[in-house]
C-alpha cells in the first residue's frame, strides 16, 4: 500500500480472498485484504471437509472449471509447503461411492460408464472388491465406484498457507475491521470506509462468502447469495479405519491424516444460523453407522457448522453490473474449497492481463 491506497482492496479473508490475494501478489499485484473476522478462514472456509472431487463426465463451463482447478492442487500443494512450510495435507485419496440396491446401483454404474466413455476415471467395483479395499464396509452393500482421482486437503491450514505465502509477497491484510461503507464517484467505486477510515483502491473484489450479497445490496445491486448450513461430526477412530473418502447414504466420510474422520454434511436453508443440533448430527452419525457398523464404537469429538455461499447460477465470478472495478468472487457453495486455486488464478488474470485462462463469460453476475 502507498498510504491509504492500495492497487487491489479484497473483501473476504476465506479461502477464496485469500487465493485471489495469494495469486495478485505472486504478479507483483500488491492487494489489501480486509475481513470483519480476527483471523482468515474463520466461516465456511474453516468448516468444510476439505473435499476435493469433481465426479462430472460433460465438458460444460462448470465442470471443466471443477477439473481445472483439481489439476492446479498438487503443484499448489508443493509450491505452498515451499514457501511457507506448511502442510496443507493434500492427498490423493479417491473416493469409494457405494450403493444398497439397483436404484443406487444403476445411477453410479451409469455415471461411471458415461466417465470411462469420455476418458476419465472410474472403476465399478463389487461387494466383494469394495471390502477387499475397505474391508469396514457394511457386508451389506451391494458394490461401489471407486473414483481414484479425488482427493482432500486440510482447508484451514491451506487458508493459512496462502495468507502467509500473500503476505510474504508484500499483500496486508486488515482483520476484525468490516467494511461499512463504500465511496463511489459515477459508475466506480473508489474506497471503502472501515473503523471510520476511508481505503481507496483502483479496483475492489468482493469474496465475503455468503455475506457477498449484503455488501452489492449497499452498491445498489442487490445480487442473491444466501447461506446454505452444513454439520459436521468429527470422530476418532484407533486403528484408522478407512483409507479413502468414502460416500453413500447422502453423506460423506472423510479419513483425515491425524487419524480423525468426519461425517458430513447437512445441507439446511436456515439463514444465518450456525446452531450445530443434535437432529443434524444423528443424520450423520446414522448413516455413518450404515455404511460402516464399526464406527458406532468410535469415540465422538465434536460437531460444528458452517454456512456455505449458495448462488443459484454460482460461482459468480466477473464484474459486478453497473461497475467497471468491482468483481464478485462467490457463490462457490459446496465446492468453495475445491475451486479456490483456479478462481484466484482466473480472478488474478482478469485484473494482470484482462485475459483469463478459462472464459469466465459462464459465470458472470447479472442483476436481477
Given amino acids: 500500500m502507498n498510504g491509504n491506497h492500495a492497487d487491489v482492496i479484497i473483501i473476504g479473508g476465506g479461502i ?10 505472486k504478479r507483483d499485484v500488491k492487494p489489501l485484504l480486509i475481513d470483519k473476522a480476527t483471523a482468515v478462514g474463520t466461516e ?13 463426465t460433460t465438458h460444460e463451463p462448470y465442470p471443466t472449471l471443477c477439473r481445472a482447478s483439481l489439476a ?10 515451499e514457501e511457507t512450510q506448511i502442510d496443507i495435507e493434500f492427498i490423493q485419496s479417491g473416493t469409494l461411492s457405494v450403493f444398497f440396491n439397483a436404484a443406487e446401483a444403476a445411477g453410479l454404474i451409469g455415471l461411471a460408464d458415461r466417465r470411462v466413455k469420455r476418458g476419465f476415471s472410474a472403476e465399478v467395483l463389487t461387494t466383494e472388491q469394495a471390502l477387499q479395499l475397505e474391508p469396514t464396509l457394511s457386508k451389506s452393500i451391494a458394490g461401489a ?11 484451514p491450514k491451506m487458508v493459512t498457507a496462502l495468507a502467509k505465502g500473500a503476505a510474504q509477497l508484500d499483500a496486508k491484510f486488515l482483520l476484525g475491521n468490516p467494511v461499512t ?19 481507496y483502491a483502483d479496483t475492489f473484489v468482493m469474496a465475503a462468502g455468503c455475506w457477498t450479497g449484503t455488501l452489492t445490496a449497499q452498491l445498489d445491486i442487490p445480487i442473491q447469495i444466501e447461506p446454505a448450513k452444513g454439520q459436521i461430526v468429527l470422530i476418532e ?17 472423510v479419513p483425515r491424516a491425524d487419524g480423525k474422520i468426519l461425517l458430513g454434511a447437512t445441507v439446511e436453508y436456515v439463514g444465518y444460523d450456525k446452531t450445530a443440533t ?5 443424520q450423520m452419525i446414522d448413516a455413518g453407522i450404515a455404511i460402516a457398523p464399526q464406527l458406532a464404537r ?17 460461482p459468480l465470478l466477473g464484474y459486478l453490473p453497473g461497475y467497471d472495478n468491482v468483481i464478485l468472487a462467490s457463490g462457490h457453495f459446496k465446492n468453495g474449497i475445491l475451486l479456490a486455486p483456479i478462481t484466484g488464478q482466473l480472478i488474478a488474470e482478469l485484473l494482470t492481463t484482462g485475459q483469463p485462462s478459462l472464459p469466465l463469460e459462464p459465470f458472470q453476475p447479472v442483476a436481477p
Fill in 278 to 282: 443434535l437432529d443434524g448430527a444423528k
Fill in 145 to 155: 465406484v471407486l473414483f481414484p482421482e479425488d482427493a482432500q486437503v486440510r482447508n
Fill in 298 to 314: 468410535s469415540a465422538f469429538v465434536q460437531t460444528w457448522a458452517g454456512l456455505r455461499p449458495y448462488a443459484k447460477n454460482g
Fill in 237 to 253: 477412530a484407533m486403528p484408522p479405519p478407512f483409507q479413502h473418502i468414502v460416500d453413500g447414504l447422502g453423506i460423506y466420510i
Fill in 181 to 199: 461503507n463504500f465511496i463511489r464517484e459515477d459508475a466506480r467505486v473508489i474506497g471503502v470506509v472501515v473503523n471510520g477510515e476511508t481505503l
Fill in 16 to 25: 477464496i480472498g485469500c487465493a485471489i490475494a495469494y495469486n495478485l501478489a
Fill in 44 to 56: 465456511a472456509s474453516w468448516a468444510g471437509a476439505g473435499i476435493l472431487t469433481s465426479h462430472a
Fill in 72 to 81: 492446479l492442487y498438487p503443484a499448489l500443494a508443493e509450491e505452498l509447503r
